[in-house]
């Protein structure tokens, strides 16, 4: 059986912690029974893409779209959608302590797969997928 749930947020820090919420809560509603830490998994992939999604988007967007899908076999597929037609970097931190860089990197080694569809004027998706 699949699952989805899309919803928009204000293109606003406060909304990362909101889109971790609301993931959490509706895998929770939907009794998600892969392990927990895919679930710590698809939480922290949703942290990280909505974050790049509020700091690197077009300053005029005003939202931002998270949508989660549970697929037959109990992983998540992860959606973050914004209207830059930008292609998210991996970048390396510019210092050891440096807080900034490293999102995509933690999306790269913890996602089973993940990429961005580009939505023409509608700006680009961002996707991964965490297996149960």
């Known amino acids: 059986m699949l ?11 406060a909304s990362v912690g909101l889109a ?3 993931v959490r809560d509706h895998l ?3 009794g998600h029974t892969g392990p ?4 710590d998994i698809a939480i922290l992939l949703v942290s990280e893409l909505a974050t790049n999604a509020v700091r690197h988007g077009p300053v005029r967007e005003r939202e931002f779209e998270v949508a989660v ?11 973050v959608s914004d209207a830059s037609s930008a292609d998210p970097e991996v970048r390396p931190p510019r210092t050891v302590d440096d807080e900034n860089g490293r999102g995509l ?23 991964a997928l965490v297996r149960a």
């Open 28 to 30: 929770a509603v939907w």
């Open 36 to 39: 927990a830490d895919a679930l």
């Open 3 to 13: 699952r989805r749930s899309a919803f928009r947020l204000p293109r606003h820090p």
């Open 105 to 127: 990197h933690l999306v790269d080694a913890l996602a089973e797969a993940w990429g961005v569809w580009h939505r023409g004027r509608y700006g680009k998706t961002v996707w």
């Open 69 to 79: 899908t549970v697929l037959a076999d109990g992983s998540c597929f992860i959606e």
């Open 20 to 22: 971790r919420h609301r």
